[in-house]
């Protein structure tokens, strides 16, 4: 053997590059799915270790004992350690349909009208599976729920982006100044437009979606024959006595609408990922065969605790009261905000606040990460906010398009699902930004 020989082992070189010998799809790239995103950029291993985290939409206090009384009650048990039906745990649908019914003004069918998902995003992905074919083009409103667009592209589906625009006027702002183009809505659909997902309450901007604006959507929907997709993860946290409607109770709309619904919004129980959807048999029964296929079924004995708190909720008045709480964390941190004298959306539901962050100034010299290096301008404020201040948050250009990020690098995202002493912690120290507003 020749000393310059290149040792073989299994016929491959030892000196070829293995890094990257498969290529993987391209619908990783065309979902930004590979690119750092802004989860990962704010993740608390990336900040001081004594950062408030105002950033990420999960809570720092556990859902109601009662409700985690019912999980151990459940992991005690046989039966609810195994596998469940694949449309969900029979106690859980018939806990739905209870809570549901009265508000959809129907008897909602617990065989064919519900469907438990391993959390709200698995079900609307498996809607995507379902309906979406090689090139159907699906309307977000931007901001949008940054799984949308990964979900659609990763189905064949091309986003069709149309934005909520804000109000311009100085002062204070309402959610429901971000307004509807509905011109602008009707240019966006084409031959080609399969679904539209309307997102009420709306995260990031808070934004409740009122009957009018719903009415003209489901003209639209009902005109060009869609799939409405209703995002309603936050409907238990409407505020100010504002009107939560759903589009599926419009005429002619149940027949084109899916529902979506949390366990982990309404419980304050994100890990548990217990979501469901609600709607005909016709749009259910085919995502029933996606999701059966995707995770076959969800967690069981979390979906038994989820029934329990959907069967107690009403009666020992918690929904009420956890609106109450949020009510309070929500004016914790917008009196903050006005003590600084800053802008912001005060939200009609969800757990955000949208602050203005346009007039925020640093020095030139700042020494800002790569990754926040050629991003919009949020980037660079949320940053600078969460190492300097010690509070972080989420830059919502994250959740534009790239034509679109303009509209979006004028804010920073707050989460008020915090508990009342870290929000009180954090309204002080935010109180430091005034030495960098311009």
């Given at each position: 053997?020749?000393?310059?020989?290149?040792?073989?082992?299994?016929?491959?070189?030892?000196?070829?590059?293995?890094?990257?010998?498969?290529?993987?799809?391209?619908?990783?790239?065309?979902?930004?799915?590979?690119?750092?995103?802004?989860?990962?950029?704010?993740?608390?291993?990336?900040?001081?270790?004594?950062?408030?985290?105002?950033?990420?939409?999960?809570?720092?206090?556990?859902?109601?004992?009662?409700?985690?009384?019912?999980?151990?009650?459940?992991?005690?048990?046989?039966?609810?350690?195994?596998?469940?039906?694949?449309?969900?745990?029979?106690?859980?649908?018939?806990?739905?349909?209870?809570?549901?019914?009265?508000?959809?003004?129907?008897?909602?069918?617990?065989?064919?009208?519900?469907?438990?998902?391993?959390?709200?995003?698995?079900?609307?992905?498996?809607?995507?599976?379902?309906?979406?074919?090689?090139?159907?083009e699906v309307i977000m409103f931007e901001p949008f729920f940054?799984?949308?667009?990964?979900?659609?592209?990763?189905?064949?589906?091309?986003?069709?982006?149309?934005?909520?625009?804000?109000?311009?006027?100085?002062?204070?702002?309402?959610?429901?100044?971000?307004?509807?183009?509905?011109?602008e809505l009707r240019r966006a659909v084409t031959p080609r437009?399969?679904?539209?997902?309307?997102?009420?309450?709306?995260?990031?901007?808070?934004?409740?979606?009122?009957?009018?604006?719903?009415?003209?959507?489901?003209?639209?929907?009902?005109?060009?024959?869609?799939?409405?997709?209703?995002?309603?993860?936050?409907?238990?946290?409407?505020?100010?006595?504002?009107?939560?409607?759903?589009?599926?109770?419009?005429?002619?709309?149940?027949?084109?609408?899916?529902?979506?619904?949390?366990?982990?919004?309404?419980?304050?129980?994100?890990?548990?990922?217990?979501?469901?959807?609600?709607?005909?048999?016709?749009?259910?029964?085919?995502?029933?065969?996606?999701?059966?296929?995707?995770?076959?079924?969800?967690?069981?004995?979390?979906?038994?605790?989820?029934?329990?708190?959907?069967?107690?909720?009403?009666?020992?008045?918690?929904?009420?009261?956890?609106?109450?709480?949020?009510?309070?964390?929500?004016?914790?941190?917008?009196?903050?905000?006005?003590?600084?004298?800053?802008?912001?959306?005060?939200?009609?539901?969800?757990?955000?606040?949208?602050?203005?962050?346009?007039?925020?100034?640093?020095?030139?010299?700042?020494?800002?990460?790569?990754?926040?290096?050629?991003?919009?301008?949020?980037?660079?404020?949320?940053?600078?906010?969460?190492?300097?201040?010690?509070?972080?948050?989420?830059?919502?250009?994250?959740?534009?398009?790239?034509?679109?990020?303009?509209?979006?690098?004028?804010?920073?995202?707050?989460?008020?699902?915090?508990?009342?002493?870290?929000?009180?912690?954090?309204?002080?120290?935010?109180?430091?930004?005034?030495?960098?507003?311009?």
């Amino acid at each position: 053997m020749s000393s310059t020989a290149v040792p073989q082992t299994n016929g491959t070189s030892s000196k070829q590059d293995r890094s990257k010998l498969i290529p993987f799809s391209s619908r990783l790239k065309e979902g930004r799915a590979l690119a750092q995103d802004v989860w990962s950029i704010f993740n608390a291993a990336n900040l001081p270790a004594d950062c408030i985290n105002l950033g990420q939409g999960y809570m720092n206090f556990a859902p109601p004992q009662w409700v985690r009384d019912a999980a151990e009650e459940a992991l005690g048990s046989v039966a609810t350690n195994h596998y469940s039906h694949p449309k969900g745990r029979i106690r859980l649908r018939q806990a739905i349909k209870n809570h549901y019914s009265p508000q959809l003004n129907r008897d909602l069918d617990v065989e064919s009208e519900i469907l438990v998902t391993s959390g709200a995003n698995e079900g609307q992905y498996s809607v995507f599976v379902a309906f979406l074919e090689q090139g159907d083009e699906v309307i977000m409103f931007e901001p949008f729920f940054d799984q949308y667009l990964p979900s659609v592209t990763f189905n064949g589906g091309v986003p069709v982006y149309v934005p909520l625009h804000p109000p311009q006027h100085d002062g204070k702002h309402s959610s429901a100044e971000w307004s509807i183009d509905f011109d602008e809505l009707r240019r966006a659909v084409t031959p080609r437009t399969k679904m539209i997902i309307v997102n009420t309450p709306h995260n990031p901007v808070g934004k409740v979606f009122t009957r009018a604006e719903l009415e003209q959507i489901a003209a639209i929907a009902e005109e060009h024959n869609l799939l409405v997709m209703s995002d309603e993860v936050y409907d238990s946290l409407v505020f100010d006595d504002n009107e939560h409607v759903r589009i599926a109770n419009l005429p002619g709309m149940w027949d084109r609408t899916v529902t979506v619904g949390s366990a982990g919004k309404m419980f304050a129980a994100t890990g548990w990922r217990v979501g469901w959807l609600i709607g005909p048999a016709s749009i259910i029964q085919p995502t029933l065969a996606a999701t059966t296929r995707i995770v076959f079924c969800s967690n069981s004995p979390l979906q038994e605790a989820a029934a329990v708190g959907l069967e107690q909720a009403v009666k020992r008045g918690f929904l009420k009261e956890q609106l109450e709480q949020y009510t309070e964390r929500r004016n914790i941190l917008t009196a903050g905000f006005d003590r600084l004298g800053m802008k912001y959306t005060l939200p009609q539901g969800s757990y955000f606040v949208l602050l203005d962050i346009s007039n925020l100034k640093w020095p030139e010299d700042y020494p800002f990460p790569e990754s926040v290096q050629g991003r919009g301008r949020d980037f660079r404020a949320c940053w600078f906010i969460a190492m300097e201040i010690g509070v972080s948050s989420i830059p919502v250009s994250e959740f534009y398009c790239e034509e679109h990020t303009s509209i979006g690098e004028a804010y920073a995202r707050f989460a008020f699902c915090k508990d009342v002493d870290t929000l009180k912690q954090a309204v002080e120290r935010l109180q430091k930004l005034k030495q960098y507003l311009a």
